[in-house]
């Protein structure tokens, strides 16, 4: 079995009151759980203030 690194970019519209924070930390959970993925973390997250 090999292990391999996957660097993933997602893109969300958070209400001004939600915590990207924690939906990083639920989004990690979930890929752990259901896919039995080793390690997952955020490794940064940026601002864009509703812009595109």
């Known amino acids: 079995m090999k292990c391999i690194d996957l660097y ?3 893109e969300v ?3 001004d009151d939600e915590n990207p924070q924690k939906l ?3 989004l990690c959970r979930m890929l752990r759980k259901a896919y ?12 864009h203030n509703g812009e595109k």
Request: a negative charge; glycine letters at 0%; aromatic letters at 0%.
């Open 36 to 47: 039995a993925v080793r390690k997952a973390e955020l490794s940064s997250h940026v601002d």
């Open 24 to 26: 990083a930390e639920d």
């Open 8 to 10: 993933l970019k997602v």
């Open 13 to 15: 519209d958070l209400p």
